[in-house]
């Protein structure tokens, strides 16, 4: 699960409520989610094996898995993974494609409440959901999870400049029109200005993990006015707004990609890989 608008929270409610609260959206239209949602780039796989040990065999924890988006390709590398959802429509889409991987099975339940199995993982993974899961308690859990020098591995995708970036720039006016918390001519940052993820300070407070190793990679993908619609359907930060504002802001989003991009853009995503081992 992730959620990488570009504009402001939209309201004074304790973070940890709102966080609660978007992190219930994604389950709402699990299908869209499957279907809208990108995947990621083969290069993260190639480095989950040799940086977590998440290879054929290994025992794999997927905290957060949606519908699958990495959790198949983690399985079509041969890993046994138990991945925890919480939302149970995403659950549902996500047994649905791993149906030919007996290897991986898909647990209903918040991995804060989970009680974990007695043997212990080789990796625990979470893709675009770590940020969703109680800080005060993740690294811990995640740690209490593994086996001595078994890895946390945590991704994180980010809108960044690059694409259509004309685009990008023109519809910030949309946002500012129909969503008053977004900052006035905001712009995406570039890749080389986002810092690192937000957990690896967790992880060196917490005293159980060794230095963690980085990775970086850049997308693109191009899309047609419905299927960017689409994708914006699955962000918790649109979802989350009032049904005539999200209906006004994604008809002045599709009027500007049909008027002035000739029905199609180009969105760049940073996607970054954090692996910790376990001391």
């Excluded at 709102?18 to 699990?30: G, I, P, Q």
């Excluded at 390709?73 to 659950?91: D, H, K, Q």
């Excluded at 007695?118 to 625990?124: G, L, R, T």
């Excluded at 023109?170 to 890749?191: I, K, N, S």
Aim: proline share 6%; aromatic share 6%.
């Amino acid at each position: 699960m992730s959620d990488n608008t570009t504009h402001a929270k939209r309201d004074d409610r304790p973070e940890e409520s709102r966080r609660v609260r978007l992190s219930r959206t994604f389950d709402e239209d699990a299908e869209l989610y499957d279907r809208a949602r990108p995947g990621y780039p083969p290069e993260l796989y190639d480095d989950l094996a040799e940086l977590a040990g998440a290879r054929t065999g290994s025992r794999v924890l997927e905290v957060g898995c949606g519908t699958g988006q990495a959790t198949v390709p983690l399985a079509e590398r041969g890993c046994r993974i138990t991945a925890v959802e919480a939302g149970p429509s995403m659950a549902a889409v996500a047994r649905r494609n791993l149906a030919d991987a007996s290897a991986a099975r898909v647990v209903t339940a918040e991995f804060e409440s989970w009680p974990l199995p007695q043997e212990p993982f080789d990796a625990v993974v979470s893709a675009s959901a770590f940020h969703w899961i109680d800080p005060a308690l993740r690294v811990a859990k995640a740690a209490d999870a593994l086996r001595p020098d078994g890895a946390l591995a945590v991704v994180r995708t980010q809108h960044v400049r690059g694409g259509t970036e004309g685009f990008f720039i023109e519809v910030q006016r949309c946002y500012e029109r129909f969503d008053p918390a977004t900052p006035p001519g905001l712009r995406l940052p570039a890749a080389a200005d986002i810092e690192g993820l937000d957990h690896v300070r967790e992880i060196e407070r917490s005293r159980r993990f060794g230095p963690t190793v980085c990775r970086r990679y850049e997308q693109d993908l191009t899309y047609t006015t419905s299927r960017y619609l689409e994708l914006l359907r699955t962000f918790s930060g649109h979802r989350a707004l009032p049904e005539a504002a999200r209906n006004g802001l994604l008809d002045c989003i599709a009027n500007l990609i049909d008027g002035r991009y000739d029905g199609r853009v180009t969105r760049r995503s940073l996607i970054e890989l954090a692996v910790s081992r376990r001391r």
